[in-house]
C-alpha cells in the first residue's frame, strides 16, 4: 500500500519567511509524528499526534515552530520567521500504534538563505 | 548518559561476513527496541523490531536483547555490499512525566568492502 508521503520534497527559502511542510500518513495509522534531522546528526524529535487527542509539542525547539493535524490524517508543519539554523531534513512518520513502530516519509529538505 | 548509545563507526565488513551493530540504552523499563537502515540522502527504513520477550530472526537480519546488560544488537549474515548504510537504533522509553516517546541513537555507519 502507500507509504507516508510529504512536500514538498524540497524547499528554500530566505530567512524571515514562513514555509509549510505537509505530510499525509499512511491509511489507517492513528499516530503521526515530525523529526528533524540536520547532516550528519541524529533524529530530533519535534511534535507527536495521537488521534484526536492534544498533541505532544514537548519536542518543539521554539515559538516559530507549530503543526496540526486536520480530521486525525493530513498534518502541517509551520516554521515562521525561518532562521538559517533550520536548515535541515524535516521527517514525517506514521504509526498503526502509538510510539509502536514507526514508518517515516521521503522527507523534506529545507534550506534557509 | 545518553538513553541510546551507539558507536558511530565507521564499521567495515568484509563481504559475506557477519556484521555486529550494538546498541545500548539506559532505561531498565524499556521494552520495545527497533532498527532502522538509512542510505545517505534517503529517510529511515524500518528492518526490524523486538519486544522484551524475544530475539527474532528475519532472512539475514537478527535481532537480539540483552536485558541484563541493556544493549539490543543487530546481527545482519552474508553481509552484502547493499548493506552499506547507517543503522539507526531506537528504543521506547517513557520520560519521568509519564510520557512515551522513541529516542533514537545516532547511528552506526556500516561498509561492506566488496
Known amino acids: 500500500g502507500a507509504g507516508v508521503s510529504q512536500s514538498p520534497s524540497n524547499k528554500v527559502t530566505e530567512k524571515g519567511k514562513d514555509v509549510e511542510l505537509r505530510c499525509d500518513p499512511i491509511?489507517?495509522?492513528?499516530?503521526l509524528y515530525w523529526y528533524r534531522q540536520s547532516l550528519g546528526q541524529g533524529l530530533e524529535f519535534l511534535i507527536y499526534f495521537q488521534g484526536n487527542s492534544a498533541p505532544d509539542k514537548s519536542g518543539l525547539p521554539s515559538d516559530r515552530f507549530s503543526a496540526e493535524r486536520t480530521g486525525g490524517s493530513v498534518s502541517t508543519l509551520t516554521i515562521q520567521r525561518t532562521q538559517q539554523e533550520d536548515s535541515a531534513v524535516y521527517l514525517c512518520?506514521?504509526?498503526?500504534?502509538?510510539?509502536?513502530?514507526?514508518?517515516f516519509g521521503p522527507g523534506t529538505r529545507l534550506t534557509v538563505t | 548518559q545518553k538513553e541510546v548509545e551507539q558507536n558511530s563507526g565507521p564499521l567495515s565488513v568484509p563481504e559475506g561476513a557477519i556484521a555486529s551493530l550494538n546498541c545500548t540504552y539506559s532505561d531498565r523499563g524499556s521494552q520495545s527496541f527497533f532498527w532502522y537502515r538509512q542510505y545517505s540522502g534517503k529517510s529511515p527504513e524500518l528492518i526490524m523490531f523486538?519486544?522484551?520477550?524475544g530475539d527474532k530472526e528475519d532472512g539475514r537480519f537478527t535481532a537480539q536483547l540483552n536485558k541484563a546488560s541493556q544493549y539490543v544488537s543487530l546481527l545482519i549474515r552474508d553481509s552484502q555490499p547493499s548493506d552499506s548504510a547507517t543503522y539507526l537504533c531506537?528504543?521506547?522509553?517513557?520520560?519521568?512525566?509519564?510520557?512515551?516517546?522513541?529516542?533514537f541513537g545516532t547511528g552506526t555507519r556500516l561498509t561492506i568492502i566488496p
Open positions: 531506537a528504543v521506547r522509553v517513557i520520560s519521568n512525566f509519564g510520557n512515551e516517546k522513541l529516542t
Open positions: 523486538i519486544y522484551s520477550n
Open positions: 491509511s489507517g495509522h492513528t499516530a
Open positions: 512518520a506514521s504509526s498503526p500504534v502509538r510510539w509502536n513502530e514507526q514508518y
